[in-house]
């Protein structure tokens, strides 16, 4: 069974930082993939960022160039920075994991406010 465990969120002020973290139980070697999900009031859940076991990394245009996306092997721990933040990045954001099976693993999800 994963297990996921985020932190890092909390209240920012607009162009600032912040960086989450997903500390996942068991070997990420053995995943797909892991991403970055956020949820704001009243809209959907949207993909932020993903990167693969290979490396390779996705973003949403909106995230392109202030949000990056990486993994410490030493630590299986995923982590989402986020730099220049915008009111409009505010939501709870969830780490998922792709697992080699296909099942996705969520976490409980951590509260991003970025407001003056």
């Known amino acids: 069974q994963v297990q996921l465990v985020e932190s890092g969120g909390g209240l920012v002020q607009p162009g600032g930082s912040l960086r989450l973290s997903c500390a996942a139980s068991g070997s990420l070697f053995s995943f797909r993939a892991m991403r970055w999900f956020r949820q704001a009031p009243e809209k959907e859940r949207e993909l932020v960022a993903q990167i693969t076991n290979s490396g390779s990394t996705w973003y949403v245009d909106s995230a392109k160039g202030r949000f990056t996306i990486s993994i410490d092997n030493a630590e299986n721990t995923v982590i989402l920075q986020m730099n220049t933040l915008k009111p409009e990045d505010t939501a709870v954001y969830y780490c998922?994991?792709?697992?080699?099976?296909?099942?996705?693993?969520w976490g409980q999800g951590t509260q991003v406010t970025v407001s003056s």
């Open positions: 998922n994991v792709l697992a080699t099976n296909f099942q996705n693993y």
